[in-house]
Structure formats: structure tokens, C-alpha cells
């Protein structure tokens, strides 16, 4: 996806559904969200670009920080406090009203700039849910915790949007979801931009409890050529699932480690515009336990971020129903 692209298209029915509203329309709305102080037009570019290319229309909200706080030492000072929280407001809107029409080139309707108090993560979440929108974008300076949360908590896809490249459109796989929405969506977007698709699918260094939970027999501690073997069944099963899903896509299957390295690595070596990946909801404790794959890849990776929600309900139509694959589930 690229920001030159100007002639949407009609969604394949290989690619990711189009989000449904609340109402139970169709939404092809793309939701700009900021922190008021955007330094960088990249993001809401590539907004801009999305929504052109769904044929849906382009809205941006800024969340107003609450400065506001009682002040218990110095309660006299309460007052005039309060009379600042409007300047503060009316600033930010002249701010972003200006941004936007210096990065659009055209001014945009009154209802589509849409300012509220709150976090960022809050205001987006809460603002994609009554929008319906069917994407939220957000700027290079997003980290991989407030994607993940609002992916997860509007169940919507966040565009962490950075400098356009040439490369294609990585997608990472467990291979746990027989309905497979990441490749979906990556073959749709792909489709929209006339880009291939790498298929990527991390295979960690395999030991005895591993290969028997694979179905396979270990005699010894893995040899080379049973490595080899494995990851070839691999790469067949993803070129498989490529041709079911009308996805023209490389697989390629790591042996790394750490899954967010290996994605990493293959958006590098392909020069990826964009990395998609999922996202599933998490406690507080896995939270604060250690970051998830996409949270990692967001805040590591130099280029385009496409988190998708995994919580089982996703807005999915027809066209996402179970691929019949037996070494899908």
C-alpha cells in the first residue's frame, strides 16, 4: 500500500472482510487518531490513502488530555484551572484543523474531526466503536501496548502507519485459527495494491516434547535432515493454504527462537511495506508479564504495522468461515 495508490476496488473474497457497524452496515470508514501534537504527515497520509482505497470516508479524532486534577493543597487554584481546560480544547482543535488541512490540501467536514477528552488508546477505541469504522490508523510514534489494546478492545484493525516501501506485504501465521483473518486481510489488502505476499510461519528450535505434540517419533535429539523435513511439510502447507485462499504469497518458514525476531527478519530481507499480525486479548498479569508478538514487532520495526484483533469475535463475514484444512485447527 503505497500513498500514490487513487482507484479503490471492489473486496475479493480471498481477502479480509469489510468491518461491520454496530447497525449491522457495512463500514468502510478509516478513523485518523492523535495525541494533538502530530509531528508527522505520514500517518495521516496513509488514512487518507485507506480510505480512497475501501471507498469509505476519512475521519480523525484527538484525544484531549485531562489536565484537570483537584488540587487537595491548593484549593483556591481549582478554579482557574477549570478555565483553562477549554483553551486547552479550543487550541488543540485550531492545531489539528490546520494540520489536516495542510497535509489533505482540503478542508474536512466539521462532523469528521471529532475531539474528546481521554487517553489515546481510550479515545480510539471508544470513537472506532460508535463509528463502525472499519480501520483505525494511527502515526509512527504509536507503541505495540496501545495498538494491541484497542485492536483488541473495539475489535478493529490498527494501522500504525510509517514511510511507504517498496517491498511486499509480510504476513505472520501460527496456523491455530482455521479461519486465518491475518492472511485474509493481507490478501485483500495485497489485492488492493497489486503487491505480493509473503506468508511467514516461525517453527522455534523443536525439541523431543515438541516433535511428539507434531506427531512425529524422535529417536534421538532431532538431526539435520529431520529439521529439514519438518520445514519443508511446512512450506507445503502454507503454499497450500496460499492457492485455497487465492493469495498469490512466498511462504517462508524461520527457526527462530523468538517469533517477533523472525518476522522481523523476513520484513527486512524483503523490504516488507507492511508486517501484519494478530493480536489476542491478554490479562494485566500477561501484560505486565512480558509483551506480546505484536507488540514487539510495533515497537521494533521500522516499517508499517497492521494489527489485527484475534478474539474470536471479529466483525467476519461469509468469507471468513473455516478453511477445511486437518492440520489447520
Given at each position: 500500500m503505497v500513498v500514490h495508490l487513487s482507484h479503490p476496488q471492489e473486496?475479493?473474497?480471498a481477502g479480509g472482510s469489510l468491518a461491520l457497524s454496530p447497525g449491522g452496515a457495512l463500514s468502510r470508514d478509516v478513523l485518523f487518531v492523535t495525541g494533538g501534537r502530530e509531528r508527522s504527515s505520514v500517518g495521516l497520509r496513509?488514512?487518507?490513502?485507506?480510505?480512497?482505497?475501501?471507498?469509505?470516508?476519512?475521519?480523525?479524532?484527538?484525544?484531549?488530555?485531562?489536565?484537570?486534577?483537584?488540587?487537595?493543597?491548593?484549593p483556591h487554584r481549582n478554579a482557574a484551572d477549570s478555565f483553562a481546560v477549554p483553551g486547552a480544547l479550543t487550541g488543540a482543535?485550531?492545531?489539528?484543523?490546520?494540520?489536516?488541512?495542510?497535509?489533505?490540501?482540503?478542508?474536512l467536514?466539521?462532523?469528521?474531526?471529532?475531539?474528546?477528552?481521554?487517553?489515546?488508546a481510550t479515545v480510539?477505541?471508544?470513537?472506532?466503536?460508535?463509528?463502525?469504522?472499519?480501520?483505525?490508523?494511527?502515526?509512527?510514534?504509536?507503541?505495540?501496548?496501545?495498538?494491541?489494546?484497542?485492536?483488541?478492545?473495539?475489535?478493529?484493525?490498527?494501522?500504525?502507519?510509517?514511510?511507504?516501501?517498496a517491498g511486499t506485504i509480510v504476513a505472520a501465521t501460527d496456523l491455530s485459527?482455521?479461519?486465518?483473518?491475518?492472511l485474509r486481510r493481507a490478501g485483500d489488502l495485497a489485492g488492493r495494491s497489486d503487491r505480493r505476499t509473503t506468508?511467514?510461519?516461525?517453527?522455534?528450535?523443536?525439541?523431543?516434547?515438541?516433535?511428539?505434540?507434531m506427531g512425529v517419533t524422535p529417536r534421538f535429539w532431532p538431526a539435520e535432515h529431520e529439521d529439514a523435513d519438518i520445514l519443508s511439510q511446512y512450506r507445503r502447507r502454507l503454499s497450500a493454504l496460499a492457492g485455497t485462499l487465492g493469495i498469490p504469497a512466498e511462504p517462508v518458514v524461520m527457526t527462530s527462537a523468538s517469533t517477533s525476531a523472525a518476522i522481523l527478519e523476513v520484513g527486512q530481507e524483503t523490504d516488507a511495506d507492511l508486517l501484519v499480525v494478530g493480536a489476542h486479548p491478554r490479562s494485566w498479569l500477561g501484560r505486565l508479564l512480558s509483551p506480546s508478538v505484536a507488540e514487539t514487532v510495533v515497537d521494533?520495526?521500522?516499517?508499517?504495522?497492521?494489527?489485527?484483533?484475534?478474539?474470536?469475535?471479529?466483525?467476519?463475514?461469509?468469507?471468513?468461515?473455516?478453511?477445511?484444512?486437518?492440520?489447520?485447527?
Open positions: 473486496p475479493r473474497s496513509r488514512a487518507a490513502v485507506l480510505a480512497q482505497m475501501f471507498g469509505g470516508e476519512l475521519f480523525v479524532a484527538c484525544a484531549i488530555p485531562r489536565n484537570f486534577r483537584h488540587n487537595m493543597l491548593f482543535q485550531g492545531r489539528i484543523r490546520d494540520f489536516c488541512d495542510g497535509v489533505l490540501g482540503e478542508s467536514p466539521e462532523d469528521h474531526l471529532i475531539f474528546e477528552e481521554g487517553d489515546v480510539a477505541a471508544r470513537v472506532a466503536e460508535q463509528l463502525g469504522a472499519h480501520i483505525v490508523v494511527m502515526g509512527s510514534a504509536a507503541n505495540g501496548k496501545i495498538a494491541s489494546e484497542v485492536a483488541c478492545q473495539a475489535r478493529v484493525p490498527v494501522f500504525v502507519a510509517r514511510a511507504p516501501r485459527d482455521p479461519r486465518f483473518p491475518v506468508i511467514v510461519h516461525n517453527v522455534p528450535p523443536a525439541t523431543g516434547f515438541d516433535l511428539y505434540a521494533r520495526a521500522a516499517r508499517s504495522v497492521l494489527v489485527l484483533p484475534l478474539s474470536g469475535e471479529e466483525h467476519l463475514s461469509a468469507a471468513t468461515e473455516p478453511v477445511p484444512t486437518a492440520w489447520a485447527a
